[in-house]
């Protein structure tokens, strides 16, 4: 049984700065390749990033590279996403996953990658 629990979403204004924290359970998290994405109304889920079980190697999607910030704290098993200059368009459900296979990064930009999903936190940018 994997739970996967994101929290910190909320209304904002454009501009405004969110953090958002994942914390999945029954799995050894320092192992696992995790990953943000994205949902909005009406279209398809959009990789936001991913971070390496190590930390070293982290991926971001065109549209939030340099504005996101993905990093990860093993000791207390957490994941973050950094959201600052937050946009409209950044409206969303925010979703946590794990990768499918402990030590991998690959094709880490893909949803398939993934198969464990978090119930998502949602986002809204207001203008």
């Known amino acids: 049984q994997v739970q996967v629990i994101e929290s910190g979403g909320g209304l904002v204004q454009t501009g405004s700065s969110l953090r958002l924290s994942c914390k999945a359970l029954?799995?050894?998290?320092?192992?696992?390749?995790m990953g943000w994405f994205r949902q909005a109304p009406g279209k398809e889920r959009e990789f936001v990033a991913a971070?390496?079980?190590?930390?070293?190697?982290?991926y971001y999607g065109d549209s939030v590279k340099d504005r996101f910030a993905i990093s990860r704290d093993n000791g207390k098993s957490v994941l973050y996403l950094q959201m600052n200059s937050l946009k409209p368009e950044d409206t969303a459900v925010y979703y946590c996953?794990?990768?499918?296979?402990?030590?991998?990064?690959?094709?880490?930009?893909?949803?398939?990658?993934?198969?464990?999903w978090g119930q998502g936190t949602q986002v809204t940018v207001s203008s």
């Open positions: 029954g799995r050894t998290f320092s192992i696992y390749t």
């Open positions: 971070i390496s079980r190590d930390g070293n190697n982290v």
């Open positions: 996953t794990l990768h499918r296979f402990p030590y991998s990064t690959s094709r880490a930009q893909l949803s398939e990658s993934y198969n464990y």
